[in-house]
């Protein structure tokens, strides 16, 4: 039985200079791995701080590379708060048109209070 040898006549297993070889390679691909993984994760980062619907489909606009389940998560996220929020807007000037049909009694206090709490930080 021949013992296999590598293309610098040491044994296969034994060789350190196949072995660095192959350690160089499977770093090189891990590197390229851990960095897709960051641009991933600053593609998360950026869809949640884009809130609006013009910003959002800018910030959606990437390569596939950086598309991930988590990013997925976050893009459903996001469209919760654009919804959240045009619905609040709504039923803000509902309230507000309520409240300037009220003749200044105690339905007045009430409307008031529910545009208090319904006027959010846009």
Not at 88 to 101: C, G, P, Q, R, T
Request: aromatic content about 2%; charged content about 30%; glycine content about 4%.
């Amino acid at each position: 039985m021949a013992i296999k040898r590598c293309p610098h006549g040491k044994i296969a297993s034994m060789c350190y200079i196949c072995g660095a070889d192959e350690a160089r390679t499977r770093l090189n691909k891990l590197e390229a791995d851990l960095e897709t993984l960051r641009m991933r994760l600053a593609a998360c980062s950026v869809v949640a701080l884009a809130n609006s619907p013009k910003s959002a489909a800018n910030a959606r606009n990437m390569h596939d590379n950086y598309k991930s389940a988590s990013l997925d998560d976050v893009i459903r996220a996001v469209d919760r708060e654009m919804k959240l929020r045009a619905d609040n807007k709504m039923l803000l000037s509902v309230l507000e048109e309520i409240a300037s049909d009220v003749d200044g009694s105690w339905q007045q206090g009430i409307a008031d209070r529910a545009i208090k709490g319904l006027s959010l930080n846009d």
